[in-house]
């Protein structure tokens, strides 16, 4: 797992698998956690090194209801879990398929986890909406990110410029619509990021290391682009060259095939 500062009081962790990000953010000498890494030691380690590091984690946030997002609670299991409201419905309305999806990935990669993936007792956060962190000088801005699945919400923090983003703006992973998510709502949510990256310092995406603005906007033009050309002609599309691994033709495909049906 790589450990990444990006301020005195915020630190992003990219963990070894599908690079997943989880940014610790501090405030008044409490921290939260959004999102959160994959593999069963990262999550070990991650209540330590947070504690040398002085941050003292209250509460934790997700971006959206992916299993491989909501692990925090290992690594935090009595804090309070808060999300946006629509992932809190999509996980009420699909009880128990993270821990199954958790459980199959941990077999084919043999896995052993202590105890089950606890996700009750879930706090929904309104969005667009602000989430108060102790005082007004210290508010989240929660945007809609809806497209790559039905759910989501991106995170702005005003008083560091830095843009929590989830499954949006990666380099490493073209964009992917999922069960629940579309081309439409993609789409929108690219054009409700953009103007948040122009006015940060750094952007974290949901899947690959912390980027610069000028990055982010050029993922953003790319995957524009992309989208762009599977709504006009989808059997012509090509994913952005920056991210042309096998994986991303699998990827890829797996767009088509939503698409087309």
């Known amino acids: 797992m790589r450990v990444i500062a990006l301020d005195r009081d915020l630190i992003v962790f990219v963990s070894r698998i599908w690079q997943t990000t989880c940014s610790a953010l501090r405030w008044s000498g409490e921290a939260f956690l959004v999102d959160s890494p994959v593999l069963p030691d990262e999550l070990e380690?991650?209540?330590?090194?947070?504690?040398?590091?002085?941050?003292?984690?209250?509460?934790?946030?997700?971006?959206?209801?992916?299993?491989?997002?909501?692990?925090?609670?290992?690594?935090f299991p009595g804090s309070s879990l808060g999300c946006p409201e629509s992932s809190a419905r999509r996980i009420a309305a699909e009880p128990g398929a993270a821990q199954?999806?958790?459980r199959q990935f941990d077999e084919q990669h043999y896995l052993e986890r202590q105890g089950t993936l606890g996700l009750g007792g879930i706090q929904p956060v309104p969005v667009p909406g602000k989430l108060e962190l102790g005082d007004a000088a210290h508010e989240l801005e929660l945007h809609p990110a809806e497209g790559h699945t039905g759910d989501g919400a991106a995170y702005w923090v005003p008083w560091l410029k830095v843009l929590i983003c989830g499954d949006y703006l990666s380099p490493v992973e073209i964009p992917s619509i999922s069960d629940g998510g579309s081309l439409e709502g993609y789409l929108a949510t690219l054009e409700r990021l953009a103007p948040l990256v122009e006015q940060a310092r750094a952007v974290v995406p949901g899947h690959g290391a912390p980027l610069e603005p000028a990055g982010a906007l050029r993922i953003i033009a790319e995957d524009l682009a992309y989208l762009n050309s599977l709504a006009a002609d989808a059997a012509g599309a090509r994913a952005p060259a920056s991210r042309a691994s096998s994986a991303q033709r699998r990827i890829h495909e797996a767009n088509l095939a939503r698409i087309r049906a």
């Not at 330590?48 to 609670?73: G, M, N, P």
Request: proline share 3%; net charge negative.
């Open 45 to 75: 380690a991650l209540p330590s090194v947070l504690e040398q590091s002085d941050f003292a984690v209250s509460a934790l946030l997700v971006t959206h209801a992916d299993w491989d997002h909501l692990l925090a609670r290992y690594a």
């Open 100 to 102: 199954r999806e958790l």
